[in-house]
């Protein structure tokens, strides 16, 4: 990929946006450091989500001062025992409403040691689809996180598994295009397995979430 040719090309657009979403405790607020180089995404763990609303931060890739610049969009954690699934992934989706032009990447991450594809994960994916349109998961990359706590086998049987059950659930199932990216992040390395985030904002098109319109009464 020429990484300044897709500059020039998405030029218009003014803004780039990325947004993570998750299992609460997954490591998505680490994640969100990780990429802008800093620490304004508050991390914790355990069942309750330290982040409670939509936050957005502008800033640069990794801090790189020569990249665009990039809304980096965190959101409140799946399977928070406080509160229903549905009413967070519905709460995100009115959240977007107000990026009119749209978002270029969706981060959807989930513990590498702890990858559990059941009902009530593929409940929540069916409903990211229904409140965000058809065509999401051609913006959607997995993560791994907590890369560090696995051994290079177990991190290959774990990226294996997910696409295994992700990418056919998608396709089959939703009959959804999807991305086949499955991303490992190790955190705290210098190589931290976030480099492919940057190409894949630079060089997807915007895409505007096709939120319900009746979901807005809730919020």
Not at 44 to 73: A, Q
Request: with cysteine; hydrophobic share 40%.
């Amino acid at each position: 990929l020429d990484i300044q040719k897709a500059i020039m090309r998405n030029e218009e657009d003014a803004k780039y946006r990325v947004i993570i979403m998750g299992k609460t405790g997954s490591g998505k607020s680490s994640v969100m450091n990780s990429l802008t180089q800093s620490t304004k995404f508050k991390v914790g763990e355990g069942i309750l989500s330290e982040t409670k609303d939509v936050t957005c931060f502008k800033g640069k890739f990794k801090g790189r001062i020569n990249t665009p610049d990039i809304d980096f969009i965190d959101t409140p954690g799946f399977f928070d025992s406080s509160t229903k699934d549905n009413e967070i992934i519905a709460k995100i989706a009115i959240s977007l409403r107000k990026f009119e032009d749209g978002i270029n990447l969706i981060l959807f991450c989930f513990p590498a040691y702890e990858i559990r594809i059941d009902a009530t994960l593929q409940a929540s994916w069916k409903f990211l689809k229904l409140v965000m349109g058809h065509a999401v998961y051609e913006h959607v990359i997995i993560v791994l996180t907590h890369g560090n706590r696995l051994s290079a086998e177990e991190l290959d049987i774990a990226t294996k598994r997910m696409k295994q059950h992700f990418v056919p659930f998608i396709k089959d199932q939703l009959k959804c295009k999807v991305k086949e990216d499955v991303l490992v992040y190790h955190h705290g390395a210098k190589d931290d397995g976030l480099e492919k985030v940057f190409s894949s904002v630079i060089s997807n098109k915007k895409y505007q979430p096709k939120v319900m319109e009746d979901l807005k009464k809730y919020y």
